[in-house]
Nanobody, 125 residues
Framework: QVQLVESGGGLVQAGGSLRLSCAAS????????MAWFRQAQGKEREFVTA????????YYADSVKGRFTISRDNAKNTVYLQMNTLKPEDTAVYYC??????????????????WGQGTQVTVSS
């Protein structure tokens, strides 16, 4: 079992930056791939980015590539999402998720079974 708690959301103007954090419980954090998803009001939850347990491999949705950066600190059991050049269409609730890392499977297709409660990001135009 992994418990996840997100923080760092808020209101920012278009073009601005925010950094989200997700703190995980447990002793085996490095065995989990971590991901960020988001859900805008009235829309389905969508994949944003993910990172391998080792931190060496990342994957991004096209909509955020070049603007967002995922990273992790396994010593602190924390994953981060640095969001730059934010756009109004980035407005959503952002969720942190964890999956048992299986290198034979693609990051985006892992079974993300553990979820945080979400943090709201609002980008004003």
């Amino acid at each position: 079992q992994v418990q996840l708690v997100e923080s760092g959301g808020g209101l920012v103007q278009a073009g601005g930056s925010l950094r989200l954090s997700c703190a995980a419980s447990g002793r085996t954090f490095s065995s989990y791939a971590m991901a960020w998803f988001r859900q805008a009001q009235g829309k389905e939850r969508e994949f944003v980015t993910a990172i391998r347990g080792s931190g060496t491999i990342t994957y991004y949705a096209d909509s955020v590539k070049g603007r967002f950066t995922i990273s992790r600190d396994n010593a602190k059991n924390t994953v981060y999402l640095q969001m730059n050049t934010l756009k109004p269409e980035d407005t959503a609730v952002y969720y942190c998720a964890a999956a048992t890392d299986r290198y034979s499977e693609r990051l985006r297709l892992l079974a993300y079974n553990f979820w945080g409660q979400g943090t709201q990001v609002t980008v004003s135009s």
